[in-house]
Structure formats: C-alpha cells, structure tokens
C-alpha cells in the first residue's frame, strides 16, 4: 500500500522560511517525478513544484519562483520544499503527490497516481 507523508507545516511570519517533506512508502521513489501542490480555502489545488523522476528537472509555478526549491533524497524516500520569503498569500493547504516515471503536465493535479493527507502552511502578515 502506497503512502505519502507530509510534515513541516505550520505558522509562520512573512517573510520566513519552512521546510516540507514528504515521506513515501510502499513505493520506490526514484521510479516516480514527485510534486507538491497547494490548496486554499475556496480556491481549486495548485501545482506548485514538481521534481522529475530521475531528479535532473524541477518547475515552478511563476508565484514560487526564486523562492521554494524542491529536492529529493531517493535513499531515505523523502521529498522536500524549502520555502523562504513566505507571503500570506502563500497560505494554504500543502500536498505531496506522486506520478508514474515521466509526467507531460508535472503542474496538473490529473497527472499524478498518489496523493498524500497534507500539512498546513500558514503566513501571517
């Protein structure tokens, strides 16, 4: 059985910094491009970042550029988002996600097999 564990979440001031990771089991991660997305009250899931499966390409959504960075650590089955510069709007639910080797769309939610619970983020202005 596959799953995925966010944990790192939780309130922050503007202008801070949180860390992410997303633990998976009952898969290999390296065989799977991870993403995270995000989801605020009211508002569809986001794509936010996506590693791909070997590691050598990563994407950003315009709104996080230059300032989360997503990595991975295929022996400890982990990945990770570093967030820094946080905004308020940045608030929200955040979720990691798996999918199958090479993903076409790697910011659409439809593209992705294995979802986890999330952890939430909260900025304060």
């Known amino acids: 059985q596959v799953q995925l564990v966010e944990s790192g979440g939780g309130l922050v001031q503007a202008g801070g910094s949180l860390r992410l990771s997303c633990t998976a089991s009952?898969?290999?991660?390296?065989?799977?491009?991870m993403g995270w997305f995000r989801q605020a009250p009211g508002k569809e899931r986001e794509g936010v970042s996506c590693?791909?499966?070997?590691?050598?390409?990563?994407y950003y959504a315009d709104s996080v550029k230059g300032r989360f960075t997503i990595s991975r650590d295929n022996a400890k089955n982990t990945v990770y988002l570093q967030m820094h510069s946080l905004k308020p709007e940045d608030t929200a639910m955040y979720y990691c996600?798996?999918?199958?080797?090479?993903?076409?769309?790697?910011?659409?939610?439809?593209?992705?097999?294995?979802w986890g619970q999330g952890t939430q983020v909260t900025v304060s202005s």
């Open positions: 590693i791909s499966w070997r590691g050598g390409t990563t």
């Open positions: 996600a798996a999918a199958d080797g090479w993903v076409a769309s790697p910011l659409r939610a439809f593209a992705y097999k294995y």
């Open positions: 009952g898969l290999t991660l390296d065989d799977y491009a």
